[in-house]
Antibody, heavy 119, light 107 residues
Framework: QVQLQESGPGLVKPSETLSLTCTVS??????????WSWIRQPAGKGLEWIGRVEINGNTEYNPSLKSRITMSIDRSKKQFSLKLNSVTAADTAVYYC???????????WGQGTLVTVSS | DIQLTQSPSFLSASLGDRVTITCRASQGISNNLAWYQQMPGKAPKLLIYAASTLQSGVPSRFSGSGSGTEFTLTITSLQPEDFASYYCQQLNAYPITFGQGTRLEIK
């Protein structure tokens, strides 16, 4: 049974870079069947898709965030990561990592991690 | 971007009731739609994919239907654990988008 776990700082200063890692356990990340994704949710609001990375390094990003995002994957560590630069208070949210299958149906999610942007 | 509009945004119902949530897409998305349930403080849980396929382990009182631009999630005989928020998601085109959510509360 695959499990995903987000990790990273819970507090980031405005204009700095938010960096999160998702560690995958229980299964390999090397299958090309999956899209390794990030989704966020501001408090009391809906879900926003950030983007995804495949095992071959291909990425797809939300155009609204594309200029600020970098995603990568490390198969040896069974981790994938998100970097979001030039953050503002609007980036404060719970960030989820998720595994997409059959074209990004999200069968598996991490528990989520709250990132607050504040000085 | 494809916009998904859920209705209603808020729904109050009683145990045992049958409820329906609608998700309308701003353009046709075939059957490339999923439904998720989210409990407070928890990650979303996939209920239905490909518009009408019930995810393994999800109770049969949940069902989905629709194609193109209009979709529905129906819950028959509401149970206490069903009171949560529900989101639709389209994956027909990037960027993937979600509906704004429907909060289902106990009357």
């Amino acid at each position: 049974q695959v499990q995903l776990q987000e990790s990273g700082p819970g507090l980031v200063k405005p204009s700095e870079t938010l960096s999160l890692t998702c560690t995958v356990s229980g299964e390999s990340v090397t299958s090309g069947d999956y899209y390794w994704s990030w989704i966020r949710q501001p408090a009391g609001k809906g879900l926003e898709w950030i983007g995804r990375v495949e095992i071959n390094g291909n990425t797809e990003y939300n155009p609204s965030l594309k200029s600020r995002i970098t995603m990568s994957i490390d198969r040896s560590k069974k981790q994938f990561s998100l970097k979001l630069n030039s953050v503002t208070a609007a980036d404060t949210a719970v960030y989820y990592c998720a595994r997409g299958y059959r074209g990004s149906y999200y069968f598996n999610w991490g528990q989520g991690t709250l990132v607050t942007v504040s000085s | 971007d494809i916009q998904l509009t859920q209705s209603p945004s808020f729904l109050s119902a009683s145990l045992g009731d049958r409820v329906t949530i609608t998700c309308r897409a701003s353009q046709g998305i075939s059957n490339n739609l999923a439904w998720y349930q989210q409990m407070p403080g928890k990650a979303p849980k996939l209920l239905i994919y490909a518009a009408s396929t019930l995810q393994s382990g999800v109770p049969s009182r949940f069902s989905g239907s629709g194609s193109g631009t209009e979709f529905t999630l129906t819950i028959t005989s509401l149970q206490p654990e069903d009171f949560a928020s529900y989101y639709c998601q389209q994956l027909n085109a990037y960027p993937i988008t979600f509906g704004q959510g429907t909060r289902l509360e106990i009357k």
